[in-house]
């Protein structure tokens, strides 16, 4: 084997790094996967991933849409996909009619929408955390809950929820004022909401309001400076999660078998 090429940080100590929520998520779940991914490491994008971005659009389009909206939606945007004739678009064409169901569904009993896909950009410590929300959501007396859309096959347990790093990240941005939000706007929680999985209805998975400690911060607060210091760090660790199965750079993974042979 050759030797290691360079032990030098991706960035120096005082530099600004950039985090968006998913990353946080992934660099906090397996730091070697999000080193790979951002050095290209990445699948294009397969037709599920473009109908999770249509459905996306649909609800930004559609915050208090009900069935019928939903579905004229659809009907109007399929075309956009461009998909060839066969099962496999009609079968993709029933899972969004699902889909569709389900969010109609959520969309029927939630909260009064205050924004929709709504950008945010705040310093966190050294990271610079930028990103979107799906939906901010009115929960009465000056406080918000955020959701946000999932269009997966699986759902994250409720426990995972609780402390989902994408989230806390949300409601981190809510707490710090980072979105166009009355001031003085608190966050009372967060929610992942599931339309892709095989439910009848739409799955949600709360997690509740970032409860300040003793310093005045949040675990939310601390995995994002964590994100980013392991993001700006000289190596990366690999570490067996429950994604490792559909982890697209397995296959250089020093954990997987199929991977070994880059160490050994
Ligand atoms: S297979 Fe698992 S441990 Fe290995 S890089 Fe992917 S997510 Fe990380």
């Known amino acids: 084997m050759a030797g290691v090429s360079s032990e030098v940080p991706l960035w120096g100590a005082t530099d600004t790094v950039t985090v968006s929520p998913s990353k946080v998520e992934t660099v906090t779940t397996c730091a070697l996967r ?3 991914e951002a050095a290209g ?3 294009p994008d ?4 473009t109908l999770g971005t249509l459905l996306h659009s649909i609800a930004q389009t559609h915050p208090k849409g009900s069935l019928t909206d939903l ?5 109007r945007r399929w075309p956009e996909l461009a998909l060839p004739d066969g099962w496999p678009s ?3 064409r029933k899972r969004a009619e699902r889909m569709v169901e389900r969010l109609a569904d959520y969309l029927g009993d939630a ?3 205050l924004l929709v896909e709504a950008d945010f950009d705040l310093r966190v410590g050294r990271a610079r955390l ?13 406080s918000v809950t955020v959701a946000d859309l999932k269009t997966g096959k699986t759902a994250a347990s409720k426990d995972k929820a609780a402390e989902n790093p994408q989230l806390g990240a949300y409601q981190l941005a809510v707490e710090e004022g980072a979105l166009d939000l009355p001031d003085g706007t608190v966050s009372k929680g967060a929610s992942l909401v599931y339309v892709g999985t095989e439910t009848v209805s739409a799955g949600v998975r709360n997690q509740p309001a970032l409860a300040p400690d003793e310093n005045g911060g949040s675990w939310a607060r601390d995995t994002v400076e964590g994100a980013a210091d392991t993001m ?4 990366f660790a690999a570490r067996n999660n429950d994604l490792c199965e559909m982890c697209v750079v397995r296959r250089s993974c020093p954990l997987q078998p199929e991977g070994r042979k880059v160490v050994e």
């Open 46 to 49: 397969a037709t599920h991933q």
């Open 232 to 235: 700006a760090a000289a190596s």
């Open 41 to 43: 490491g990445t699948k």
């Open 34 to 36: 999000w080193a790979f």
């Open 130 to 142: 930028r990103g979107q929300v799906d939906r901010v959501e009115d929960a009465g007396d000056g």
């Open 90 to 92: 009609l079968q993709l």
């Open 111 to 113: 909260g009064e929408p």
């Open 71 to 75: 579905k004229q939606e659809l009907d």
